[in-house]
């Protein structure tokens, strides 16, 4: 599976592809020469994670540059009254009675715990395009559906504050 995501996500990882290589790469290798020229590397615990952090850096590297050359690039933008990316949707879910604020956000970006809902979760597909005192019902699973309702949209601008996945 592609992970979606925008244009602005496909710049942020090649700005930071290209700082990891141009900065990290450099300081992590001066990290690993400083510590290999204190002496008996099996027991020098400097070494070793200097060497850890390069290979973390590289590992990072690869991810970035493998998601931008797979990434399906997703449009940002929705008519003003529906449901689209990077909006602020509060709803309601008659069933328990609550009321949650959520972003709807790509798949790199999805933070459940912090409200940020993919647009590939069962509740961000349900909600994308629907408009404000839609009922929609949200399949889970196979078992166990629910409804929500949509009490508010608020249109925001995708100001970078959400961390790309590191995973």
């Known amino acids: 599976m ?40 099996s027991e020098n615990f400097e070494y ?33 009254d529906e449901v689209g990316l990077n909006d602020k949707v509060t709803i309601f879910t008659p069933e328990d009675g609550c009321e949650e604020v959520i972003k709807i956000v790509t798949t790199v970006r999805a933070n459940p715990l912090k409200g940020r809902v993919s647009i590939d979760s069962p509740l961000g597909k349900a909600l994308f395009h629907h408009h404000v005192s839609d009922k929609i ?4 699973n196979d078992n166990y559906f629910y409804e929500v309702i949509i009490r508010h949209i608020e249109k925001l601008e995708d100001n970078g504050e959400d961390e790309l996945s590191k995973y």
């Open 48 to 80: 070793k994670a200097a060497k850890q952090y390069k290979n973390q850096n590289e590992s990072r590297i690869r991810y970035l540059e493998r998601m931008v050359k797979t990434a399906q690039i997703i449009p940002e933008d929705s008519k003003d």
């Open 137 to 140: 019902t949200v399949q889970a």
């Open 2 to 41: 592609y992970d979606k995501v925008t244009q602005k996500d496909i710049k942020r990882m090649e700005d930071e592809i290209e700082h990891r290589k141009l900065v990290v790469r450099k300081e992590a290798l001066e990290d690993v020469k400083t510590a290999r020229a204190h002496g008996d590397l």
